[in-house]
């Protein structure tokens, strides 16, 4: 299938392939859009708008004044004005796709959180660890490969292992990832404001979340979260799955996701097509 990289908005590149209603579909920390591949192949039928998030892929650095409501309401923005009324979201991704859907809760007709995570909301202590010893290595000048090495032995890289061609892939993407965001801390600002348990109540749009059953406590709770709070929120536990859900068990997240998009999609002409690739 053709795919194309653009610059959908100063700064922010995506990658699209596909034809159809347009899906948004935003990675884990240190990915980038590829690492959806997979899913793109087996929920054919849409357009696969994959977003490089700031500091990521093909994506600018995250800037001196950005926040997560600022990135939020510049994601909307784009969304609103491409036609764009589904987003797929996974980890840290998934602070984004929320945000975005506060900022217009009238134009999305559908959400998807995998191991979803909350702005303000629980913490596991080890990942935090995890991001201090990465920190220091990258103030030492560490390598790329003793990056990935370092980052990838994180426990919220658990279930990749089962699968060594994927642990290869997305070691090569985390292996290329720039690390600028630790030099001042730029990541903690896409972190914050909070997400108020009051402002999910607000989400309107149907959501779904994605959880494996062998995911860190952390998650599971944001995960009861969103559940307790959303209104209209589905839940599904995936067997035998750690943090990576979609990415470590395509063949049992494809079936939720292609049934949730397929249920609430209104078949809305898009207002401005896609950018083409220059």
Request: some cysteine; hydrophobic content about 40%.
């Amino acid at each position: 299938m053709v795919e194309s990289v653009v610059e959908l908005a100063p700064g922010l590149a995506a990658r699209i392939q596909g034809e159809g209603s347009k899906v948004l579909w935003l990675h884990g920390y240190t990915l980038d859009s590829s690492s959806w591949r997979e899913m793109w192949r087996r929920v054919p039928g849409w357009c696969h708008v994959g977003l490089d998030l700031p500091g990521h892929g093909r994506s600018a650095p995250i800037g001196a004044g950005d926040d997560l409501h600022t990135l939020g309401r510049r994601v909307a923005d784009l969304c609103v004005h491409l036609g764009i009324r589904h987003i797929v979201a996974l980890s840290f991704g998934t602070l984004t796709a929320t945000q975005v859907v506060l900022e217009e809760p009238e134009h999305f007709d559908s959400l998807v959180l995998g191991a979803p995570a909350l702005s303000g909301g629980p913490q596991d202590p080890d990942v935090g660890l995890a991001y201090s010893r990465l920190a220091l290595l990258h103030r030492r000048g560490g390598s790329g490969r003793e990056m990935r090495d370092a980052w990838m032995s994180c426990i919220a890289w658990n279930g990749i292992d089962k699968n060594p061609a994927l642990r290869e892939e997305l070691g090569a993407l985390v292996e290329k990832h720039p690390w600028r965001e630790l030099e001042d801390w730029a990541m903690l600002r896409l972190m914050q404001p909070p997400h108020r348990e009051e402002d999910l109540r607000g989400i309107r749009t149907p959501t779904l979340v994605l959880v494996g059953e062998l995911d860190l406590p952390a998650f599971r709770l944001c995960a009861d979260i969103l559940q307790g709070n959303v209104p209209n929120c589905r839940r599904v536990d995936l067997p035998d799955t750690h943090h990576l859900c979609m990415l470590e068990s395509p063949g049992i997240s494809e079936g939720p996701i292609r049934e949730h998009l397929l249920a609430h999609d209104q078949g809305r002409p898009a207002p401005t097509a896609v950018p083409e690739a220059p």
